[in-house]
T-cell receptor, first 116, second 114 residues
Framework: AQKITQTQPGMFVQEKEAVTLDCTYD???????LFWYKQPSSGEMIFLIY??????QNATEGRYSLNFQKARKSANLVISASQLGDSAMYFC?????????????FGKGTKLSVKP | GAGVSQSPSNKVTEKGKDVELRCDPI?????LYWYRQSLGQGLEFLIY????????KSGLPSDRFSAERTGGSVSTLTIQRTQQEDSAVYLC????????????FGDGTRLSIL
């Protein structure tokens, strides 16, 4: 069975600094995808970044990058130059991509607070 | 709008009543998903529709929950004989249903059972 673990219930970061949000996963699938979503207090789930299990390079999207270490089964999100608007819940998720592309399995999330 | 649309945004009902939640996916997306988000359980998968295939109902918590998707577009999640533990935010998402494609979420329906 697939499982996502996010060990940091809450994190604080100073504005303009970088922060790493941890995510480890467990799966027996060979082909899978890893996703990060942001959920502000308003409630919407916003897709941030994707990493495929066979991708050789770490994914980057603007200030977001994914530190993918396949052997360690970790997919940490790095946010550079934090902004006040980055304060939100962050969810790591995975999906089997070897067969039909089905549902996401989510971690419990990390609440990030950016301090001015 | 171009995003996933859910209605109502809030629903308050009495225990034992039936409720219907609606999801209008992004135009052209073949895959549609329902999730539930609650404080105790986090984000849980409920049901998944892909094109004309039979839906994956493996996440539905009981036979009081059902969903349909008409014409490959709009979906309705129905909860019969609601219980207090059904109180949660119900999120709908849609995607192209292919590898590497993210799911795009609606704003959710906050369901409160009195």
């Amino acid at each position: 069975a697939q499982k996502i673990t996010q060990t940091q219930p809450g994190m604080f970061v100073q504005e303009k600094e970088a922060v790493t949000l941890d995510c480890t996963y467990d799966t027996s699938d060979q082909s899978y995808g890893l996703f990060w979503y942001k959920q502000p207090s308003s409630g919407e789930m916003i897709f941030l970044i994707y990493q495929g299990s066979y991708d050789e390079q770490n994914a980057t999207e603007g200030r977001y990058s994914l530190n993918f270490q396949k052997a360690r089964k970790s997919a940490n999100l790095v946010i550079s130059a934090s902004q006040l608007g980055d304060s939100a819940m962050y969810f790591c998720a995975m999906r089997d991509e070897g067969g039909s592309q089905g549902n996401l399995i989510f971690g419990k999330g990390t609440k990030l607070s950016v301090k001015p | 709008g171009a995003g996933v649309s859910q209605s109502p945004s809030n629903k308050v009902t009495e225990k034992g009543k039936d409720v219907e939640l609606r999801c209008d996916p992004i135009s052209g997306h073949t895959a549609l998903y329902w999730y539930r988000q609650s404080l105790g359980q986090g984000l849980e998968f409920l049901i998944y529709f892909q094109g004309n295939s039979a839906p994956d109902k493996s996440g539905l918590p009981s036979d009081r929950f059902s969903a349909e998707r008409t014409g490959g577009s709009v979906s309705t999640l129905t909860i019969q004989r609601t219980q207090q533990e059904d109180s949660a935010v119900y999120l709908c998402a849609s995607s192209w249903g292919a590898r590497r494609q993210p799911q795009h979420f609606g704003d959710g329906t906050r369901l409160s059972i009195l």
